[in-house]
């Protein structure tokens, strides 16, 4: 991996699907790189892994509790921090949330506090992706300035085949990378 994610901050929102796995080789690719990654864990999320799987690559702490705050409120100190904030997986449940502006947990409050860059990895079932109100929201959070990574076609977890696997790390750092250079580009003009 390149020198870009040297000193670099990145927030990393995990919402609750068996695709939680990519995310902990997500975030341990980005700190070995270099970056600074903090990891904000839904609830659901915690169903899926411990929050001290993420704490172990990042050799950070993670963040669940939005009332466990030092100075500022916690979401806001989270929204102004990161260079870029990534969600992977994100569940079309989340994407919804995102799409109409609730914030009932850490990880939304973040992000509707936040004025960084925001990608989003999808994960989700084949029908659940293809469903009129996930395309509604997609094309909503587009059209308020998200970045999308995938998702991808092939197995599901659920036994179905079909769009809606999480994109692969390496895919996702890419398109991170994507996003964090015309950010660049855009402030430097």
């Known amino acids: 991996m390149s020198d870009f994610w040297q000193g670099k901050s990145v927030l990393l929102g995990v919402t609750g699907g068996i695709a939680i796995y990519k995310a902990v080789g ?5 700190a070995q790189a270099g970056a600074e990654v903090d990891v904000v864990m839904t609830p659901a999320a915690c169903e899926f892994v411990a929050p001290l799987t993420f704490a172990a690559v990042t050799h950070r702490g993670v963040h669940l509790d939005p009332w466990l705050a030092d100075r500022k409120p916690e979401h806001i100190a989270l929204a102004e921090r990161p260079d870029l904030v990534v969600v992977a997986p994100c569940t079309a449940n989340t994407m919804a949330k995102l799409a109409h502006g609730l914030a009932d ?11 960084k860059p925001v990608l989003i990895a999808p994960a989700m079932n084949v029908g659940m992706w293809n469903a009129a109100p996930t395309q509604r929201n997609l094309k909503i959070l587009a059209g308020d300035g998200y ?10 977890a659920c036994g179905y085949a079909g ?15 994507e996003v964090l250079r015309g950010e660049i580009d855009k402030t430097q003009c």
Do not use: C, Y
């Open 163 to 177: 769009t809606g696997r999480m994109s692969e790390p390496e895919s996702i750092l890419a398109a991170m990378e």
């Open 147 to 156: 970045h999308f990574v995938g998702p991808d076609s092939g197995n599901l």
């Open 26 to 30: 997500l975030a341990s690719k980005l």
């Open 105 to 115: 947990n850490l990880l939304t409050s973040v992000l509707l506090a936040t004025v």
